[in-house]
């Protein structure tokens, strides 16, 4: 799994939203495939932008325990095609520092 994210660590826009900011959907639609939240709020429970973090850490680290993860933070990708490998159909994908976009 490649993670490619424009922010310096796991958690997307959630690294730069402000600290009282807090989900405005019930925090079991924000999940990474089917990770549950590892605690015992309410459904209904609207989570802070620290709480959304950390679940997401946490999930990042139990995939990485089912499966290869290539971490690219502070990175932006601005292209993706299709290639046919040996392996089978595989995507290049063109990567750049945030701050230096091609």
Not at 19 to 29: A, I, T
Request: aromatic share 6%.
């Amino acid at each position: 799994m490649l993670l490619v994210d424009q922010k310096d660590a796991p958690g997307g826009m959630r690294n730069t939203a402000y600290d009282s900011g807090r989900l405005h959907k019930p925090h079991p639609m924000f999940t990474v495939g089917d990770i549950e939240w590892k605690w015992r709020q309410s459904r209904q429970y609207l989570a802070a932008r620290d709480e959304v973090q950390s679940n997401l850490c946490q999930a990042l680290a139990r995939a990485g325990r089912k499966m290869d993860v290539t971490l690219r933070f502070a990175t932006t990708a601005s292209g993706c095609v299709d290639v046919d490998t040996p392996q089978g159909p595989m995507a290049r994908i063109e990567l750049h520092p945030k701050e230096n976009p091609a």
